[in-house]
């Protein structure tokens, strides 16, 4: 089985985060055995560098095609005629080297337009996966170029995935479609191997927040739902066990977190980390007590499965993604926006975090969220697609 995965840009050593969900599917369906090429349609400003024009290499075992066109924000009815026309370059400089996939497999409702203008000039059957929060909102909420142009776009696709129930049910009831459910995958970095055993420092009881420091993850309702619970007790437990809030991230409410944490005298107490690594999130998750991301809209919300893959109970808001995964047995659900509930909700993992059973989260979490298990979700939407076409072509 060959697929043509088409994405809006590779990750790299400078934006080790760009295009990631989607090359990690990359990874994730070769290594199951397909013949995957991972094509990059980056029309990012001249302020992202990288070498313009086209690029070929190897990256973890994918061989990657990229077109790279310094672009930033146009108007998009010219966005997307040179968006075409990059993935039909793109297209035939892979064609002549590996011929017409089976699949072609776009991620997000900009880059799927593109992709669309190679349907007459192939017979690959297309597939799209939609995790965007731009049409994870109300039907008034939507920009004018997707309530023009969403429609059509996905009702062109064989198949429309979404990575949550509730971006499903969006979709339908905005555009009359019929998305199917697979959800996004985890790293391996954040899957813990059944011998390791979660660190927990006697002297400290840890909650971690990871996520972009921006309003709609909550950094500072965080920061002062996380004071409200614990500064009557001078934040500490039986009068040794400090209590310790971490923040990993960075962005437009950075200096404003600083400021709430200087104002409310809670330097001690919150640590303010900046953006790090995945492999440096992953082992300060293994060593935390729970972890708390409070988001007003999730798509998704990876950073929950991480957490619970490092063996983590959490605290997850009523936001879209996270009702598909967080129940009684790893973590609580509260309502967005409701500072008295997200305190209310920091006193209770306090006093029953440990009464979790962590590697029983960790374990049901890789099972589920695993890159072979999503992996094998999506091959079973190919082979569908195939077997079908196959079928039909017996009967012409």
Known sequence: MYILLIAGSCPSDKYPLNGIFEFDQAKALAETGCKVIFAAIDLRSVRHWRKWGIEHFYKEGVEVYTINIPLGKIPHILLSHIGKAAVKILYHTIKKGHGEPDIIHSHFL???????????????????????????????ELNNWIIKCARDIY???????????????????????????????????????????????????????????IGGKCPLLCISAFNRAFAENSF?????????????????????????????????????????????????????????????AETFGVV?????????????????????????ANGVLIPVDKEDALANAFRFMLNNAGKYDREKIA??????????????????????????????????
């Not at 929950?304 to 009684?328: D, Q, R, S």
């Open 236 to 296: 500490c437990v039986n009068n040794h066990i400090l209590i310790i809030l971490e923040i990993i991230g960075d962005g437009s409410l950075y200096f404003e977190c600083e400021d709430m944490i200087k104002k409310l005298g809670l330097e001690k107490h919150i640590r303010l980390l900046g953006r790090l690594s995945r492999k440096e999130i992953a082992k300060i998750l293994k060593k935390s007590n729970c972890f708390v991301l409070p988001s007003k």
């Open 304 to 328: 929950y499965i991480e957490a619970m893959a490092c063996g983590l109970p959490i605290i997850a808001t009523k936001c879209g993604g996270p009702e598909l995964f967080v129940n009684e």
């Open 155 to 213: 009702s062109a696709y064989d198949v429309v995935i979404t990575v949550s129930q509730t971006l499903s049910d969006r979709l339908k009831s905005h555009f009359n479609i019929n998305p199917i459910v697979i959800p996004n995958m985890l790293d391996p970095l954040f899957i813990s191997p059944p011998a390791e055993k979660i660190i927990e420092e006697k002297s400290i009881f840890c909650f971690v927040f990871v996520g972009n420091l």
């Open 363 to 396: 374990n049901e979490t890789k099972n589920k969220f695993s890159p072979s298990a999503v992996a094998e979700q999506i091959k079973a939407v190919y082979r569908g697609l195939i077997n079908a076409n196959n079928s039909k072509k017996s009967f012409i």
């Open 110 to 140: 900009e880059i799927a337009e593109f992709a669309l203008a190679l349907k007459p000039i192939t017979k690959a059957k297309f597939v799209m996966t939609e995790h965007s929060s731009t049409v994870n909102v109300t039907y008034k």
